[in-house]
């Protein structure tokens, strides 16, 4: 059974940086991406960024492009969300996912593993 595991969350204030991690427990795959997602309150589950831990180029949601950047650290199988230039309506809880193959889809539906979630406030 594949965990994950994320931390960095907390709270910061607007224009801040935070850097989450996303560390999954079973450290051998084939092929496979992680992905974060977010949820804010009274809102749907959307997609932030993802990276295919192997090889291949990130991907990321317009919303975040240019401030967040996704990265990888394959003998470790974690994965990296680094956020600049937070804004206040991003306070959300954010969730890494995994999948086993190839791609880096943005639907939730393609991913089988979720951690448990990380909460990451931003005041105004």
């Known amino acids: 059974q594949v965990q994950l595991v994320e931390s960095g969350g907390g709270l910061v204030q607007a224009g801040g940086s935070l850097r989450l991690a996303c560390a999954a427990s079973k450290r051998t795959f084939s092929i496979a991406t992680i992905a974060w997602f977010r949820q804010a309150p009274g809102k749907e589950r959307e997609f932030v960024a993802a990276i295919p831990l192997n090889r291949g180029t990130a991907v990321y949601a317009d919303s975040v492009a240019g401030r967040f950047t996704i990265s990888r650290d394959n003998a470790k199988s974690t994965v990296f969300l680094q956020m600049n230039s937070l804004k206040a309506e991003e306070t959300a809880v954010y969730y890494c996912?995994?999948?086993?193959?190839?791609?880096?889809?943005?639907?939730?539906?393609?991913?089988?593993?979720w951690g448990q979630g990380t909460q990451v406030t931003v005041s105004s």
């Open positions: 996912a995994l999948r086993e193959g190839t791609g880096a889809p943005t639907a939730q539906l393609a991913y089988r593993y």
